[in-house]
Every structure is written in structure tokens, then in C-alpha cells.
């Protein structure tokens, strides 16, 4: 079987299985330092060490050319913000503040010394707006350019998973949706000025969501990802972890007015279906999902439940709560 | 300019150059919660924690199809094992043990998820035989396989750098080089039975010097680094990170027995210039080197010293004292 058969959610289950069926045979001493508290499967890992109130996060994630973005559609500058604004959106999703990355890049050798100029000088902006740094990696010789970022997290409190959600919560997200995917179509169409366009401007730099994943945790919320794939695919994600199904309030998904206007006849899918918006998605029950939206910023919303349908289910309902039929879906690496 | 024209290391020094010049504007309260003990541009990195007694170490290796290893040479089982030990190896040289990895591949979508079945039995066997774990990753669609890994590592002594060798110093190595490069080149010639050869098995197996590096810890030895690009090369490096030159006598550079016997007329450039031979190159002055070969297995020797000579140059003497000329050079990822 090939892995396009299968799909990218077929293989992470699979490795999931592969990997946790063993336990390491030596080093027990050495584990006793630190306990996994989070493991493989959610936004990032989770450990903690025995007398200590810090938890690190760990997270990876990787773009590559001609898959993740091209030259027309992302500038080098922006691809080093992106490629770690993707790591820190995973930290922020459990509550946690980035600290330290390693950065591994894959390089044809025809590559120009001033692109990788501009890759660092973005990864540099964002680094130095969110306080992380870069402390190492790899760079090799690849007949395709591709930026890995290893991310690593602190959080002081207890991480926010994507496993706990409950049949009663409220679904809510903590900024407007589809603006990225609204700034790519603007630059695939060839139809935006790109300094002009705020659509443009959230594909290219993306501003994780790092101080609401600290608000959701001070305000006891207990479950949530980062919507990096479109939300009703992640929120389907969030539900087959939590073992749930859910329903999205079509009507009630925010979307920037700049997406709505150059958008009006599928804004929607845009926003339901569209990938790298970097908000994140969190679920509560009332009263504390009323304390999380007094301390968010404006533009969070709810804009669904939790159920106990199909676990993974996402019914999309529109205002008169008739069903939506699925427009689009959510991103497959491994799909044709 | 093209990277091909700048090579990988004086990329890597530009990149050195770039990071360090920022400061995190922001996050100063999360900064205090650690320090950066060894910086960008050893074999890892560490940070150490205010009350905490761990050091931990990051580093990241990437293996690209075609670049690093060929289905020909490097069936998918030890790949996993390589891509692991790889960097196993450069924890094992900063004297720790490695702790929680991440897994990135880049995978074609015709890939047989067999195979992968297979990269994750051979990183789960050498996970188990060093106590490490698999606590997450990421996969990625991409015309090239690569595989990314980006391990934490754990010390409790001080970590060796290499950027502390002083003149008068003498250099050892941990166990024999040119294994690998011997096993590689019986592959590529097809004149190995690949069951039957130690040096394929070095190649394919390699076995990263952990109890080795704490050993090192333990005898007081300050500075190490891995061998993985060639001895020569490698001390060539650990050289220049310390401001220092040395010397090598050719005739003491240890090489297992298959290896002379197999290449009468060549082991000995194999053992200076073969990569991936992952034992450990370190120095010490003479007291301590002598406390460190008593307490390391049969295998390690001393090879050479450390002068006041021009940085960075590594000269290789002959039994007779005759300068022997460079046969060949250390891996550099973006020459022609």
C-alpha cells in the first residue's frame, strides 16, 4: 500500500501505534527525570520534570517548496516568519510561550546567499516579537528547498489539550477565519496589490494567537488546537481526540470584512474549509466560555457545540439550520 | 552569490552571524527562566534551568534521498537507525543522553507505507537501546525523501564544547574510524556480502559513543566533538572553534583490522577523511587523557596533539615526521 492510499491522518495513526507500542528498554534512570505529560498527537508534546513548575512543549512542523508555498506566492522574508509562526501557533494552542528553536534547511545549491538572508531576517522578526530564539540546526544539500522548525515551549500552567472536549460545550475561536486563504486566492487570481491587501498581509504573516492561549488557560479552558488546516477540518480533529462530534453555526463564523467584500459568494468556504489562519479553536461550557470571551480580544466568537454525534462528525447548519454541504475539505499532504 | 560558492560552513558561519546579532525584544521574563549555557555551533546546544541541576542539549540532523543515503546502500530500517544516531551521537559528544525526539519525513506520495514501517522500526530500535523517546513530528508531502530529527538530550556534569582545546593538549578519539566510509565504499563496489561485512554494519549500524561521552564527563576532558564528517575535517573544526591548530600522526590513528585488511593500500585515507564514523574526537592534557584511556574500552587512542599553529589547519605527520598530503576532503553539503 502507498502512503497516498492511506492519506496523512492514516499514516499519523499508524505511527502513533508503532511508536508508543514500545517502551524503552534502558535508561529508566534517565526518564525519571521527566514525565511525558502530553503525549505524540496533540498540538505539541508535553513534559514536566519532578520538582519543577515549568512545562516544555514540543512541536515541529515543515514547509516545503512547491508544496507549502511557492516564490510567486511567498517571499523568502515572510516563508521565515511563517514557517515559525506555524511552531508557535502549536505552543500557543496549549497555553504556552515559545523559547528555543532549531532550524533545519534543505538547499539546492543554486540557492542565493540573499534569499537565506531574508529566510533568517523573517524568522528573526518573529522570533524577536515573541521572544524566542534560535539556538541551532542543520543545513543540507536538496534538490527541493524545504524549512523544518523544532520548536520548543514553556507553559507554567497546566496545557490545554485537544482531547477533553465535552458534549455541551460551547465550539469558539479566538479571531476571524479565512483571511489567509483569502490573501493566497488574491495572489494566485493576480488580483491584489500585495501592500495593500490585509488578505495578502494574513497569508504572508500570520500573528499567532500566543497571549489568547495564555487567557484560555487563566480562564480554565481545557480544550483546544490551533487551526492551521481550516476549522471544520480541525474542529473534526479536536472531536475524533476528544471522542465527540460537533455542529458549526455557519452564520456565526467570523470573517474579516475585507474577506466577506472581495469574497462575497464563498467567503464561507473560505473560512470553514480555508488553512493557516493560526486562530485558535476551543471548546468550554457556558460559564466559562462567558469568562474567556470577556478577557479575549474582539473578533473571538462561538460559533458552535460540542454533541455527542459521530466521534469526528462536523455538522455544518446554516441560519435557518439547514445542513451545508461540505464545499471543500481539509488539507491532505498525501492526497492526489 | 550561490551557496555552492560559499560552502556549507561559511554559510553556517553567516547564518552564526545573523541570529546572534538580535536580541529577543520581548519574553525577558521567559529568558530569565533559563540560560543559554552552550550557544549555536557546537555539536548541540544547552540551556540550563536557575534551580535545576539538568543541563539539556538540543540538536537536529536531516537526511536527504540522494544526498546522504540510497535505497541501494541504506535499506529503510537503518535509515531510521542512522537518522537517529546521528544525532544520538552529537548529545553523546556534549556528554548526555538523549531523552524525546521529534520525527519529521518528507515522503513522495508514492512511498509504501511498509517502508516507513520499517524507518520506525530501526528509529524504535535504537530508541530502546538508548533510552529515548518518540514523542512527536511531522509529515509532509515532498518530491525528495528526507527525514528530519531534532532530539533533546539531558547532562548532568557540564557539558564538553568544543571550543576548549589549548595548545599542548593531546587528541584521542574514542574507538576506530574509517569503518563506515570502508563499508560504503564495499557497497557502492557491490563486492560485499552485506551479512557478512563488519564494515557495512558500521556503516549501516553505527553505534553513537554515549557511555563514552560520560566517561569523558567524568575524567575532567573539557573538550569533544562527533566525528561524522571525518576525522581530519572534524578536528579541523573542533580547531577553529577553540583558536587553535594540531597535529595528527598518521600512524596512530586506530582502524579496525577488517578495514586494513579489506583496503591495503587506502584504510588510512578512509580513516582520516571517512564520515559517519560517530565515535568521539576529544583533547585533554596529558594527565587527564591519561585518566580518560584507562577508563574507555579498548579502541581509543591517542592520534595527535594540539599546537599554537594558524587555526583551524590540521597537519598529518608520517611515523618518519614526513608531512602527508590531503587525499581528500570532509563533506561539504553545497559543493559542486
Redesign the interface.
Known sequence: ??????G?FG??E??RQ??QS???????A??A??R?AV???DD??A?T?P??P?TEL???????D???FTAATTPWRDLGWKAIASNISDVAAMGG?P??A?I?L??P??????D??EL??G??DI??????????????????A?V?V?L?G?ATGTPIVRTAAEPGHLVAVTGPVGGSAGGLRQLIDGCANSSDSVLVLQHRRPYPHVAAGKTLVAAGVSSAMDVSDGLADDLGKLCSASGVGATIFAHRVPALPALRSAFPGNWLDLALYGGEDYVLLFTAPGDIMELALLALPEGAAVVGEITDGDKGVVTILDESGASVPPAGAGWD????
Chains 1, 2 share one sequence.
Open positions: 500500500m502507498r502512503i497516498s492510499d492511506l496523512e499514516l499519523i499508524l505511527v508503532w511508536t514500545a517502551e524503552p528498554e534502558t535508561g529508566l534517565l526518564q527525570q521527566f511525558i503525549p505524540n498527537g505539541a508534546a513534559i520534570f520538582d519543577g515549568i514540543y512541536t515541529t512542523d515543515t514547509m516545503v512547491g508544496v507549502h510561550d523559547a528555543v532549531l533545519t534543505g538547499l545549491p543554486e540557492t542565493l546567499v540573499s537565506i538572508q533568517y531576517l524568522m528573526m522570533c524577536g516579537e515573541f521572544g524566542a530564539q534560535i539556538i541551532g540546526g542543520d543545513m543540507v544539500r536538496s534538490p527541493v524545504f523544518t523544532a520548543t514553556i499532504h498525501f492526497a492526489d
